[in-house]
């Protein structure tokens, strides 16, 4: 089966204040879950190990790869098969939930390992046991036309943002998520290596101090907006998001379906609205 890793979206471009009708090419984001099965004490056992999100294709090398670099596996040889597991789940139907068996004799502490893929995983869903553990829990309260935000002041966040990011001046290495007024003022920002630990830091912040109001105020992210970015967000009943990067196939799915504004590629003088342009204010001109 031939996997597609883009897809395409209508969505709507603002350059110079005016907004026109467009299309863009997205990098799909699905979940892929992974379970172990191997032999102890004269039995074979399933285990699920881990959800991971990835755009698909390659999966058997993906899945090779990280046991081998995780210790779980010290030569491809230890593998017996990588095998589908239940029937696809998603939106392109693609084999989202793999099998690795492993060899009679392959040494294996589940307990530990998958310890480990819970500190350490990279994004905000990795670790969960299963495809259900990444559902939204509860619809929050969005409110459909707020904010509104001018056309103009979005091609101006990304240099106010960067005017704040004391940790990424100092090291370049951190990730920036802040919190604006609908009228462009800062309110906070939080900064760290992980995208979505900088948001945790922000929504929390706000949430501690009583300074969240989603019907007047936005975020911005300084990477890429990913599923794991978008839920943060809805689950705080935020809506609008804008980053400095691309969005990601599954994240635009969640901001359509809980109508969302979802902004990237931000430039000096333009951007791509992937959703919600009903949020956007154009000039009396344009």
């Known amino acids: ?111 530990n390992l998958q310890r480990h893929f819970m500190v350490n995983s990279s994004c905000g869903v990795c670790g969960k046991g299963s495809l259900n553990a990444i559902e939204i829990a509860y619809e929050p309260n969005i409110e459909r036309m707020k904010p509104m935000v001018s056309v103009d002041l979005i091609t101006k966040l990304p240099e106010i943002l960067r005017a704040k990011q004391q940790q990424f001046a100092d090291t370049g290495g951190v990730h920036a998520s802040a919190l604006f007024s609908a009228d462009g003022e800062l309110i906070h920002m939080a900064e760290d290596v992980g995208r979505h630990n900088a948001l945790d830091k922000l929504i929390g912040y706000a949430r501690r101090n009583s300074i969240l109001r989603p019907f007047e105020q936005f975020v911005m992210c300084s990477g890429r907006l990913s599923f794991d970015i978008m839920q943060k967000a809805l689950m705080a009943g935020i809506g609008m998001v804008i980053g400095i990067g691309a969005p990601t196939s599954l994240s635009l799915d ?21 959703n919600g342009e009903w949020r956007i204010k154009t000039n009396p001109q344009t």
């Open 1 to 111: 089966m031939t996997v597609s890793d883009t897809v395409n979206y209508d969505i709507h471009r603002a350059e110079n204040s005016t907004l026109k009708s467009s299309s863009d090419y997205i990098a799909i984001e699905e979940p892929l879950e992974i379970s172990i099965r191997y032999y102890k004490s004269s039995e074979w056992l399933l285990e699920p190990l881990m959800v991971t999100m990835r755009t698909p294709g390659n999966d058997e090398d993906l899945l090779t790869g990280l046991l081998f670099s995780e210790g779980v596996i010290r030569d491809t040889s230890e593998i017996e098969k990588i095998s589908v597991k239940g029937n696809n789940e998603g939106n392109y139907d693609i084999d989202n939930s793999l099998v690795v068996t492993l060899k009679k004799g392959s040494q294996l502490d589940l307990k």
């Open 254 to 274: 969640l901001a359509r379906k809980f109508d969302i504004t979802l902004i990237g590629f931000v430039k000096k003088n333009k951007y791509n609205i992937y």
